[in-house]
């Protein structure tokens, strides 16, 4: 990944006994902010819309993940209109 310009974002574990490091609890809480968003959308797609990617070929699993973005972007839109931010 580090060759190709990418760098990771895992959290980095505790070492056991031990009490976790500033530095490192720090890196984690700046991964986590990254990462908070994206997982509740992943989390809503799987959990109240029951995705689940069991079909045959890549294009098939775009299509229906292309229309669980959709879904989810059209129920997100009702969230926020109905809190009278849009």
Not at 9 to 21: D, E, F, I, N, T
Request: cysteine-free; aromatic content about 4%; glycine content about 8%.
């Amino acid at each position: 990944m580090e060759k190709n310009g990418f760098t990771s974002h895992a959290h980095r574990r505790k070492a056991p006994g031990k009490p976790m490091p500033a530095h490192i609890r720090r890196g984690n809480s700046t991964k986590s902010k990254n990462r908070a968003p994206v997982e509740h959308v992943f989390s809503y797609q799987k959990r109240p819309m029951g995705l689940t990617i069991q079909t045959i070929g890549t294009a098939r699993a775009k299509i229906k993940i292309g229309l669980a973005n959709v879904t989810y972007n059209i129920h997100r839109l009702s969230q926020l209109t109905r809190m009278g931010i849009i």
